[in-house]
């Protein structure tokens, strides 16, 4: 049998026409029989997808520690004066997106595949947006300090309607990219032929881009706001962090792009896990 009927089987010795494998399947090397192709995922059993998880449980944990600090230290001036809700509120959705990542491990399957990026999508927009309503603080403190008057700063409840608006916008928008063209499980065996790599179909690409555009363009917010007003005093040193954050942000997701275009298979998913994780990290 030569390389183009490879897929194909004879059922006795000799016979002329060869009769074909399912899908699943693939000929053996004497091609008398079909035998069940290779099947590839990120598993949580393999070296590679252990560690992703033991990062992800670890950052988790240290979100869970600072939170207690915060908790413990809730009534104090510096946690009050450093808006406690928006801190809480971000330190919850770091740890939805840290712990998100180990939704891309293991085998894939509808629901997983919708998770996994609703799930990242709305946890950076909530980290995103609260930490947009401490940056225009920020701004307006900066404003006040340049222009030598009295100024009323933003009230906190606008903090909060900021991060209203633009949760309520993006899960709007999740939910019709869920009702319209959602992600799916599917098996690829375009790449190798004898090997099926189970992975997820984005769906709509347009929707996909303007949940993670959005999330973007909050980024940029937060970044010019606060790296505008990086002539603070040192005791507005969060902003400081805050452009830090954005920078590690930033820099990981442009290098992530040609490195995830890069790979296939269970890598590719790797890849993806390793930008969430170092983003969240550095925020």
């Known amino acids: 049998v030569n390389s183009q009927l490879s897929s194909f089987y004879f059922s006795t010795t000799g016979q002329r026409l060869c009769n074909p494998c399912s899908e699943d399947d693939w000929s053996n090397a004497e091609k008398s029989k079909c035998v069940p192709k290779l099947v590839e995922f990120l598993a949580y059993e393999e070296a590679l997808g252990f560690t992703l998880v033991i990062l992800s449980i670890f950052g988790a944990l240290v979100l869970l520690a600072v939170t ?59 980290c995103l947006s609260s930490i947009l309503g401490k940056t225009i603080s920020l701004f307006f403190a900066y404003r006040i300090s340049i222009s030598k008057t009295r100024l009323i700063s933003m009230h906190p409840i606008f903090r909060k309607l900021i991060v209203l608006i633009c949760v309520v916008g993006e899960i709007c928008v999740c939910a019709v990219y869920l009702v319209l063209e959602p992600p799916r499980m599917f098996k690829n065996i375009e790449i190798q032929n004898v090997k099926i790599i ?7 690409i347009e929707f996909l881009c303007s949940i993670f555009g959005f999330d973007v363009l909050l980024a940029l917010l937060c970044f010019v706001t606060t790296f505008m007003a990086r002539q603070l005093p040192d005791n507005y040193y969060e902003g400081k962090c805050i452009t830090f954050g954005m920078l590690v942000f930033f820099i990981v997701w442009i290098s992530f792009v040609p490195a995830y275009l890069s790979t296939k298979g269970k890598f590719k998913v790797a890849v993806e896990i390793f930008a969430i994780l170092a983003s969240s990290y550095g925020f």
């Open 68 to 126: 207690v600090v915060y908790v413990i230290h809730r009534h104090t001036p510096l946690v009050k004066a450093n808006d406690r809700e928006l801190s809480f509120l971000i330190q919850m959705s770091l740890g939805i997106t840290v712990l998100s990542s180990m939704l891309f491990i293991g085998k894939p399957c509808n629901w997983s595949c919708m998770a996994r990026q609703i799930t990242l999508a709305l946890g950076f927009c909530l």
């Open 198 to 204: 189970f992975e997820c179909s984005e769906g709509s």
